[in-house]
């Protein structure tokens, strides 16, 4: 089966530092973009980092850009995101997505563009 597992959230103060880790099963890496999102009370979920398993190149959104580092393992078939400096309104439920590599597509934002999903690990920045 195909099955992503998030894990790695807990209660972290502001300034430090947490690493999530996205466990896959059954996925060929190369051949999907993963995506890291989070959703905070109230508010929409959004994508924060990907990173396209066939070109090897990782995007961020501008919130979390020279903080957040999404890396990849694929002897482990995981997926990391290390998140530096984190704030409070880094708080959410933070999820991995996959979906399939296009050719020529370099990544997709929209969570609606992602098919394969985790069941979230809560993140929580505060003193």
């Known amino acids: 089966q195909l099955q992503l597992v998030e894990s790695g959230g807990g209660l972290v103060q502001p300034g430090t530092s947490l690493r999530l880790t996205c466990t896959t099963t059954?996925?060929?890496?190369?051949?999907?973009?993963i995506g890291w999102f989070r959703q905070a009370p109230g508010k929409e979920r959004e994508g924060v980092s990907f990173f396209n398993g066939h070109t090897s190149r990782s995007y961020y959104v501008d919130s979390v850009k020279g903080r957040f580092i999404i890396s990849r393992d694929n002897l482990k078939k995981t997926v990391y995101l290390d998140m530096d400096s984190l704030e409070p309104e880094d708080t959410g439920i933070y999820y991995c997505?996959?979906?399939?590599?296009?050719?020529?597509?370099?990544?997709?934002?929209?969570?609606?563009?992602?098919?394969?999903w985790g069941r979230g690990t809560q993140v929580t920045v505060d003193e």
């Open positions: 997505a996959a979906r399939m590599a296009q050719f020529g597509e370099e990544y997709r934002k929209s969570p609606a563009d992602y098919f394969y």
């Open positions: 059954g996925f060929i890496l190369n051949d999907y973009v």
